[in-house]
């Protein structure tokens, strides 16, 4: 099964990307779409409504300096569809269509700049498969979410058509570690198969891992099932076991590699105060890792919320309890810029890290209520 690196290989020319902002709220904040909360599939209901706004959104991002954009897809699956009484061959195309509208977005965005005469200024931006989680756990089993992400998955790279546009999978917005496993062992199982002799090469595209922590940002709000470790600041294991997510490249690990390994792993819906001290947290612990057991190539993803907090039972927005606004554009965009200088080390000082510390590349972006404005700033104050 070859390996897809476009990740890397923007990373390695430069270390700090901008990716998009928040895609429902802006369907419905910049152009119009209501009612998004009811549809179980979310933004993915627009796909057979009005896929043109679906292809304007990634035009919207990519024009305010987005490198990296998101498919219409994060609550997409064959049961959320059903719900709104769309079979499985039809959610299917529907699904493979958001790859098709981000695709031909980039295209035409590539060719304006190409017009304008900045076309060989202009690297190819990402496409990211935008997946989120489970949701209503209830008493699903391991084994249950692994089907599920894994059937999910499958939409996309059944089709390699489809999967040849993709050049990232962004599994988003986790509140829990064994979610996060079972996300890889379905990954593990997915690349097993197409490694088999009758399905000759197919490419594994770099994946990341994204966690949410609200209320006070200093934890995951569940721990999963009964043992499973907390993930929580200030405790003696602090965030280490989202480090033990990533492979080790070489050395004594290296027999235990997974078959399709982790390429990064972030934080997103988020409030934007609460990165320094999760990223410091993190970057220490992926540096010890790293000294102790050997090389990890991991990138490092941040996209908090544009600072509203949405009340499930309304569905409504509103600013956080105490404070009087949300924070400006300019608030929320240096607040996260200033995050870079979070993920220094003791052993970065020493020489032995790089700017970005012991990560591989940092990628910037937002998520609920970031707008393209706040893309915009965060570009323009990228280094």
């Known amino acids: ?66 490198q990296i954009i998101g498919t219409a897809t994060y609550q997409a699956c064959h049961a959320g569809f059903q719900a709104c009484d769309i079979g499985k061959a039809q959610a299917t ?45 209830g008493a699903t089993t391991e084994d249950e979410l692994v089907e599920f992400h894994r059937e999910r998955l499958e939409v996309f790279t059944e089709s390699a058509e489809t999967w040849s546009k993709v050049d990232l999978i962004a599994w988003e917005t986790l509140p829990r570690l064994d979610e996060a496993r079972a996300i890889l062992r379905a990954m593990d199982e997915l690349a097993e198969r197409y490694d088999g002799p009758a399905r000759g090469s197919f490419a594994r595209k770099p994946a990341y891992i994204s966690f949410v922590f609200p209320g006070s940002g200093d934890a995951l709000p569940f721990a999963g099932r009964e043992g499973e470790a907390e993930a929580r600041l200030g405790t ?48 220490l612990r992926l540096s010890e890792r790293i000294h102790r057991e050997g090389p990890i190539r991991a990138a490092l993803f941040l996209e908090p919320d544009g600072g509203l907090v949405y009340d499930g039972s309304t569905r409504t927005w509103s600013t956080p309890q105490g404070e009087a606004q949300a924070a400006s554009v300019d608030k929320w965009q240096r607040e996260l810029v200033h995050t870079l200088s979070c993920t220094a080390t003791r052993r970065q000082q020493d020489g032995e890290e790089g700017k ?17 404005a706040h893309i915009a700033a965060l570009r323009k104050a990228l280094p």
């Open 356 to 372: 970005t510390g012991p990560w591989a590349g940092v990628v910037l972006g937002g998520c609920c209520k970031a707008t393209t």
């Open 236 to 283: 003696e294991r602090g965030l280490e076991p989202l480090v033990e997510l990533f492979d080790v490249q070489d050395g004594q690990a290296q027999r235990q590699r997974r078959e399709w390994g982790l390429a990064g792993i972030g934080i997103n819906c988020t409030k934007s105060q609460y990165l320094p001290a999760l990223v410091s947290e993190l970057s």
């Open 93 to 137: 195309e529907l699904m493979r269509l958001s790859i098709d509208l981000a695709d031909e977005a980039r295209s035409a965005f590539l060719e304006a700049r190409a017009a304008q005469g900045e076309g060989l200024r202009q690297a190819k931006p990402l496409i990211a498969l935008s997946l989120g989680p489970y949701g209503d756990y």
């Open 1 to 66: 099964m070859a390996s897809g690196n476009a990740l890397f290989s923007l990373l390695e020319r430069q270390p700090v990307l901008c990716a998009d902002g928040g895609f429902a709220t802006h369907l419905e904040d910049g152009l119009g779409v209501t009612s998004l909360g009811d549809s179980p599939v979310w933004s993915a209901s627009v796909l057979s409504e009005s896929p043109e706004l679906i292809q304007r959104t990634h035009r919207d991002f990519l024009e305010a300096g987005a």
